[in-house]
């Protein structure tokens, strides 16, 4: 090297750039390639396809095919699955073109899948494919989970596999799911403790995890080792190869059948389809802007107000998701999104709740924008954790919902049947320690499935039906989980009096539910849901959102040994536990709904309850009827019959006296005028400048995006920074040494 | 023309006002916020959401903190219809939440028959083959 003369080698920067193509330090993730959510162009193939004539008949008779395909994956995993999650359908099956462009997924599971899964799959086209170590081949499975790669949240992983037909690559069949436990530094995946990504447990860009559809030996090994439970991942992974073997089988069946081209121009007229179709329904509705905000009321480690801000615009034939004035990430707190898992969130949102019959395809995003502050919660960098990213895109499916039905309510067409907010936060208990089976577990209860249904435009909402996020799921049954788990469910889905959204149709109510460690001498749960202090879910034109909730723990007591003694104190409901406090001795609490994992000794109690749907339209506009039989189903109390409501009951008989009724609602409706006032009188009183002092207020407050509050500071967009919390632990140390110092200088 | 909004508004466009669709009231400029043609109430959430939990032993109960949280309502001047709640930090400045650009919407039902009640739904429109004379068409 050192006799080397400097005049015969090439210039300098030819060498720079022939050394960087040859030694890549790190690929890391593509931010190029996340970013774009557009169908990609035809390949060659396909333009031939379609070009030379599409048979609209045929296509669809493989499309039906192709549909019943995916269902079946579908049913064979989670007849088969391990994971909790993925038993109850928290996952989906899907098919892609050869390029990676979604073109269908199983009508059952998580929607987010449909905007997650293409973007490993493109990832792996484009930098593994042509690389020598690695190659593309019929038989491989890849694997991932990283959101940065384009995964929805750690816990989540998804696997894919090319489909080759003739030597040509005709497909890509994908299934994400769910999975749980990953070696996180709280059991099950995702927690509030989470300070770092490096404590999200693993994390996988896309490795070739199968080859020749056998799995490797090696890899296999390395991704038990990784998790607290490596029974769930090494037949997991056997499940997943499984089911992407059955639906590449129906795939190359089709092929055999009508021709692979047949396949090709199927896959590809699909989404080209739900692109047009979802462009001409954007144009259908008005120009305009919807402003709306929700405020997420805790960090999951303490009580913070985070705003998270949409302003969403129909503008020349664009849907503009524009999610600036959002709070600033927190370092050390993994409520932090993606802008990927916004993306989600938007998808989410529209086939959730505005275009339902739509195959579930990103192509509906294809006429969509999506804006977001770069370092903010609605678009998370690297260096935060994200795990619990749900606290903020369940947020952007409320938001769109609202946008596109607050634009088009009054459309001579809809889609699906206009409806309120669905209830929007992941209440439920993640459990972690070793089963009465001496197996190492840790993972989800599935009542995050059991959320309410907003009320609809002419009928109320449906009571804990199914989660947001995904359709057609279930929420366990109680004796299977008992069976394979150490705690038991005390009280189970029972619907908690008054916990609706009321309105002229109400939002259906949230069941409470509980969980004590019966038989474990090393269990404990967490919990991971917003909603105590500000309400998550608001109503509709009118309607009343869901009520904030708690979770409520009664402690330092055996209450199955109690409960031995004399069976008749106990009380089937949180609320008169909880008030009534039949255990004596027992420590009875309440705390914010999200609880970083704390050991349960047997016996102790933790009750939850889902929130509740949105209301629609004024309360006072109620039928009476209607009102009379939540009350007499116990969905809501006499006195919101009577205070909010404004139903009067004859105290004989119970029945709805209807003059007096109308009365009180006369009577009321005077009240509201005489006590309200007229808006710029409002405003002059109401608005300020600035948060509230006292209030921990992260995000922009009011229209200017600009200027970021982050509790005690403020700073500009422009120069956004990570906000980091000190310990919980640390402050209340600092509070109890600052009070004990007053008391030694008496 | 009078075009459906909301559950308690809609647009005539002609005379470009907002109007309350329970009572028929003028509430003023369709080009401007709607909430400014209302009466404002801002309401301490725990007297709809009532604390379910003894609230003297409890730090959270079922109620919102009403430090953090208040429910605006926004009523017709005229019969007082509940027209939008918002729930809001004490202090913030209602949202201007639904802005129409009043000439699209009028290049767009030009070609609209005027509805008088929402059309609800979710039933997979009706394919209108040309050749069958379906509803529209103006044949039999
Ligand atoms: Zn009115």
Redesign the pocket.
């Known amino acids: 090297m050192n006799e080397m003369h400097r005049g015969e080698l090439p210039g300098d920067d030819e060498l720079k750039a022939r050394f960087l193509s040859a030694n890549t330090l790190f690929l890391g993730p593509d931010t190029e390639l996340l970013a774009d959510h557009r169908i990609q162009a035809r390949s060659t193939r396909e333009e031939r396809v379609l070009r030379d004539g599409a048979d609209d008949h045929l296509f669809e008779e493989i499309r039906a095919s192709l549909q019943s395909a995916l269902d079946e994956g579908f049913e064979v995993t989670t007849n088969a699955i391990v994971s909790p999650a993925g038993k109850f359908g928290d996952m989906t099956v899907t098919v892609f073109t050869a390029n990676g462009d979604l073109s269908s997924a199983s009508l059952r599971g998580v929607i987010g899948f449909c905007a997650a899964s293409g973007f490993p799959i493109r990832y792996v086209i484009k930098h593994f494919e042509h690389e020598p170590t690695v190659g593309v081949r019929a038989g491989d499975m890849f694997i991932m989970n990283d959101p940065f790669y384009g995964g929805v949240h750690s816990p989540d992983q998804i696997s894919f596999m090319p489909v080759y037909h003739d030597g040509e690559r005709v497909a890509w069949v994908a299934i994400g799911l769910h999975e749980g436990e990953n070696g996180a530094r709280e059991p099950g995946g995702m927690g509030p403790a989470m300070e770092s990504p490096w404590d999200e447990g693993i994390k996988m860009p896309p490795i070739r995890v199968a080859e020749n559809y056998r799995l490797k030996f090696d890899l296999v090994n390395y991704l038990q080792n990784s998790s607290r439970d490596p029974r769930l991942v090494g037949a997991d992974l056997k499940v997943r190869l499984a089911t992407l073997r059955r639906v590449e089988a129906r795939l190359l069946a089709l092929c055999d059948t009508y021709g692979a081209n047949a396949l090709v121009g199927t896959l590809r007229q699909s989404l080209e389809y739900v692109a047009a179709e979802a462009t001409r329904r954007v144009r259908e509705l008005p120009e305009g802007t919807v402003r709306g905000q929700i405020f997420l009321d805790t960090t999951m480690r303490e009580d913070a107000l985070i705003r998270f801000y949409a302003r969403i615009s129909v503008r020349d034939g664009r849907l503009v998701c524009d999610f600036r004035g959002s709070s600033p990430q927190f370092m050390n707190r993994p409520i932090n999104a993606p802008i990927t898992s916004i993306r989600i969130g938007v998808l989410m949102g529209l086939v959730s709740f505005i275009w339902p019959d739509l195959p579930r395809s990103l192509a509906i995003l294809d006429p969509v924008d999506i804006l977001a502050t770069p370092g903010s919660v609605a678009d998370a960098t690297r260096e935060v954790p994200t795990c619990l990213n749900m606290q903020v895109f369940f947020k952007a499916i409320t938001l769109t919902q609202m946008a596109l039905l607050k634009l088009g309510f009054g459309l001579p067409r809809h889609y699906g049947n206009p409806i309120a907010p669905w209830f929007n936060q992941p209440v439920t208990f993640i459990y972690g320690g070793v089963t009465q089976h001496v197996e190492q577990v840790g993972n989800l209860c599935a009542d995050l499935n059991g959320m309410p249904g907003g009320a609809k435009w002419d009928a109320d909402g449906e009571h804990s039906m199914s989660p947001n996020f995904a359709a057609y799921v279930d929420t366990g049954e109680t004796e299977l989980v008992e069976e394979d788990l150490p705690f038991v469910q005390v009280i189970s889905k029972r619907l908690l009096t008054d916990n609706c959204g009321f309105g002229k149709f109400r939002g259906g109510a949230g069941y409470e539910f509980s969980v004590a460690n019966r038989y474990s001498d090393v269990w404990g749960f967490l919990a991971l849901a917003g909603g105590s202090k500000f309400s998550t879910t608001p109503g509709m034109f009118g309607g009343y959102g869901s009520p904030t909730y708690p979770i409520s723990m009664i402690k330092e007591v055996d209450v199955f040994a109690e409960l031995a003694r004399d069976a008749g104190i106990f009380r089937g409901s949180l609320v008169d536990l909880m008030n009534e406090r039949p255990f004596a001795g027992a420590s009875y609490r309440t705390h914010r709904a999200a609880l970083p994992f704390e050991m349960a000794r047997k016996g102790e109690l933790y009750l939850q309850s889902q929130g509740a749907g949105g209301g629609w339209g004024d309360v006072l506009d109620r039928d009476p009827a209607l009102v009379a039989k939540d009350l007499e189903e116990g969905i809501i109390s006499t006195a919101t019959a009577q205070d909010i409501y404004r139903i009067v009951l004859d105290p004989r008989t119970g029945a709805v006296d209807p003059q007096s009724t109308e009365a009180a609602r006369t009577a009321e409706r005077a009240a509201r005028l005489a006590r309200s006032l007229p808006y710029a009188e409002f405003a002059a009183a109401w608005n300020r400048d600035t948060p509230p002092a006292g209030v921990p207020y992260y995000g922009a407050w009011g229209e200017d995006v600009d200027t970021l509050y982050a509790g005690d500071t403020t700073m500009r967009a422009d120069a956004i920074q990570p906000i980091f919390m000190p310990d919980p632990r640390e402050v209340r140390i600092a509070a109890l040494e600052a009070r004990l110092r007053t008391y030694e200088s008496c | 023309m009078k075009v459906i909004v909301t559950e308690?508004l809609r647009i005539d466009l002609d005379t470009e006002q907002w109007e309350?669709r329970?009572?028929?009231?003028v509430l003023g400029p369709a080009r401007q916020n709607y909430k400014v043609h209302t009466r404002v109430y801002a309401r301490d959430p725990r007297e709809i959401h009532k604390p379910l939990l003894d609230a003297t032993r409890y730090e959270y109960t079922y109620a919102p903190d009403p430090a953090w949280c208040a429910i605006l309502e926004f009523y017709?001047p005229?019969?007082?219809?509940l027209i939008e709640t918002e729930y809001t930090v004490p202090g913030h400045p209602p949202i201007n939440d639904l802005e129409l650009d009043i000439d699209c919407l009028k290049r767009q039902w030009a070609e609209r028959e005027e509805l008088s009640a929402p059309a609800g739904g979710g039933l997979p429109p009706q394919v209108d083959h040309a050749c069958h004379g379906h509803a529209g068409s103006g044949r039999p």
């Open positions: 308690y309350c329970r009572c028929g009231h017709c005229a019969c007082a219809a």
